[in-house]
């Protein structure tokens, strides 16, 4: 891959970047609705942008919650004092 291809290309990590840039623009410069948390804030962006990337195509748009299950241990990392 040469210099120009590289710098063509974008990275996942530069792409959430570009989220979280776009989400601050949009939410925190200007107040016409107040949205709280800043992952809802994130999630609003996101649909706000894939809106206009689909805009003409008939096919419905739609967010998909992932499903997963937090295990929570309780054992400790450290030798008991017993």
Known sequence: MDLSEKYERLYFM???????????LKFDFTQEEFVPGFSARVE???DWLFKEIYKGNDAPLERVKPEFEIEVSSESDYDSDD
């Open 14 to 24: 530069e792409f959430l970047e570009f989220l979280v840039r776009a989400t601050f």
């Open 44 to 46: 609003k962006t996101i």
